[in-house]
């Protein structure tokens, strides 16, 4: 018999900032009852979700869902979309900006979801890792979004909000994953991650963050409105 291999342990993470479960768990809360709906990316099935995230890259998800009807009406299946005419596809969804890239990348998704998994997105971290276009973010996306499977996508928005939140206390998206779903519970770990991608395309943005405006703001150590410890 060959002999076992060991699994390679994670490494240790950073300390987590002092308070950071209690802001974790105050936060997924508030931002629970400010954003109901976790995606805004209108879809029916995971292979739609995947394009359409694919799209979302550099616009908005309203534009998204403008174009996505016309574009699954015309193509609804892997199938279909793999053997699109590029530029009929350019066409369709132009409004959403670099349509070039994004028509070469949503087929070629397609084409290896049809080569390597019958047309049907695998709902697995693994198999979403080899589909081109598909990032380790976006696959937590697909994952919970349209799986019903726990994952924490973590963009610049996620990476910027729990930094000035203290949740976390790195910039690296994988030890920040990690940090955040070590404090809150697994079934709030997507929604948790797409409606701080909402809140900080909103309110916490990345040169003028409205404070003044901000549901986190009596605890965010990072606000501006919060008043300063000894001071009234």
Same mark, same amino acid.
């Given at each position: 018999?060959?002999?076992?291999?060991?699994? =390679?342990?994670?490494?240790?993470?950073?300390?987590?900032?002092? *308070?950071?479960?209690? +802001?974790?768990?105050?936060?997924?809360?508030?931002?629970?009852?400010? $954003?109901?709906?976790?995606?805004?990316?209108?879809?029916?099935?995971? !292979?739609?979700?995947?394009?359409?995230?694919?799209? #979302? /890259?550099?616009?908005?998800?309203?534009?998204?869902?403008?174009?996505?009807?016309?574009?699954? /009406? +015309? $193509?609804?299946?892997? !199938?279909?979309? /793999?053997?699109?005419?590029?530029?009929?596809? &350019?066409?369709?969804?132009?409004?959403?900006?670099?349509?070039?890239?994004? #028509?070469?990348?949503?087929?070629?998704? #397609?084409?290896?979801?049809?080569?390597?998994?019958? *047309?049907?997105?695998?709902? %697995?971290?693994?198999?979403?890792?080899?589909?081109?276009?598909? *990032? +380790?973010?976006?696959?937590?996306?697909?994952?919970?979004?349209?799986?019903?499977?726990?994952?924490?996508?973590?963009?610049?928005?996620?990476?910027?909000?729990?930094?000035?939140? =203290?949740? /976390?206390?790195?910039?690296?998206?994988?030890?920040? &994953?990690?940090?955040?779903?070590?404090?809150?519970?697994?079934?709030?770990?997507?929604?948790? %991650?797409?409606?701080?991608?909402?809140?900080?395309?909103?309110?916490?943005?990345? +040169?003028?963050?409205?404070?003044?405006?901000?549901?986190?703001?009596?605890?965010?150590? %990072? #606000?501006?409105?919060?008043?300063?410890?000894?001071? =009234?």
């Amino acid at each position: 018999m060959p002999p076992r291999t060991k699994k =390679k342990k994670a490494p240790p993470l950073p300390r987590l900032p002092r *308070g950071a479960r209690t +802001r974790a768990l105050l936060t997924v809360e508030r931002l629970r009852e400010a $954003y109901p709906a976790a995606t805004e990316l209108a879809h029916e099935n995971p !292979f739609e979700l995947l394009i359409a995230t694919i799209l #979302s /890259a550099q616009t908005t998800d309203k534009m998204v869902n403008l174009v996505t009807p016309k574009l699954f /009406a +015309r $193509y609804p299946t892997a !199938f279909d979309l /793999a053997a699109a005419d590029p530029a009929e596809v &350019e066409a369709i969804i132009k409004p959403t900006g670099f349509f070039r890239l994004k #028509s070469r990348r949503i087929i070629a998704a #397609s084409r290896k979801l049809v080569e390597l998994f019958g *047309g049907e997105v695998p709902a %697995s971290m693994e198999g979403l890792l080899q589909i081109p276009g598909i *990032g +380790r973010k976006t696959a937590n996306v697909i994952l919970g979004a349209g799986f019903n499977q726990p994952g924490f996508a973590v963009d610049t928005h996620v990476i910027r909000l729990t930094n000035r939140l =203290k949740l /976390a206390s790195t910039r690296d998206p994988v030890k920040i &994953e990690r940090q955040v779903c070590s404090m809150v519970p697994p079934e709030e770990w997507t929604g948790l %991650s797409l409606r701080l991608i909402l809140h900080g395309r909103r309110v916490c943005n990345a +040169r003028r963050p409205r404070c003044e405006e901000c549901i986190l703001n009596d605890f965010c150590p %990072s #606000s501006t409105t919060r008043p300063k410890p000894g001071k =009234k």
